[in-house]
C-alpha cells in the first residue's frame, strides 16, 4: 500500500505532466504571470505600465527571470517598453493590444477548459476541493516558514527549486 508521501508525489507529479500550457495552446505561466502582474499594477494604480523590479517584488522572483520573461513577450510582440519622460532612468513595460488579445485568448480556453474538465463533480465538490487545497497550502506555508526559522535562514539565503543551501562550508542536504 503506497504511503501518504508517495501518493501525494505522484499526484503532483501527474499534475505537473499535463502540461496544460502547451496543450491548450497557451502562453506559458512564467510570460502570462508577468502580463497579469502588468495588468493589475496599471489597474491599481492608474498607470501605463510598470517596471521590471516592481514585477519582481510582486511575484517574489528575481528581476533577471522577469527580463527573460519580458524578453519572450517583447519578441512576441505582447509586450512594449516605454520611456516616460518626467522619468528616463529606465522604461517602463506595457501590454501591447496583441498581448491583451492574446490574454483574452488565453484565458477563454482555460476558463472552456476549466468548465469541461470539471463537469464529471458534484455541485459543490468544485468548492470543498478549493477549501481543502487552501488549508493544505496554508499548511505548507506554515511549515516552510518553521523549517526556515529553525535552519536560520533569511530572505536572502531561500534556496530555489532544487538546489541546497550553504552556510559556513556545509551544504544543507550534508553534501560538500
Known sequence: ?????????????RFRQL???EALWLIPQGEMMVLKTIKEIEKEQGEQGCSVS????RLTISPPAVSRSVRHLREKGYLEAVTVERDRRGGYLKITPLGHEAMAQDL???????QRA???LEPG?????YRIFQKLYQGFCEEME????????????????GHGVRRAGLE???RG
Open 125 to 129: 465538490e468544485l468548492d470543498e476541493f
Open 1 to 13: 500500500m503506497p504511503t501518504q508521501e508517495d501518493r501525494w508525489f505522484r499526484t503532483m507529479h
Open 19 to 21: 502540461n496544460l500550457a
Open 108 to 114: 477563454a480556453r482555460i476558463k472552456a477548459f476549466m
Open 146 to 161: 518553521r523549517v526556515r526559522q529553525e535552519q536560520g535562514l533569511d530572505e536572502r539565503m531561500r534556496p530555489g527549486p
Open 172 to 174: 544543507r542536504h550534508g
Open 118 to 120: 470539471v463537469a464529471h
Open 54 to 57: 516592481a514585477i519582481a517584488r
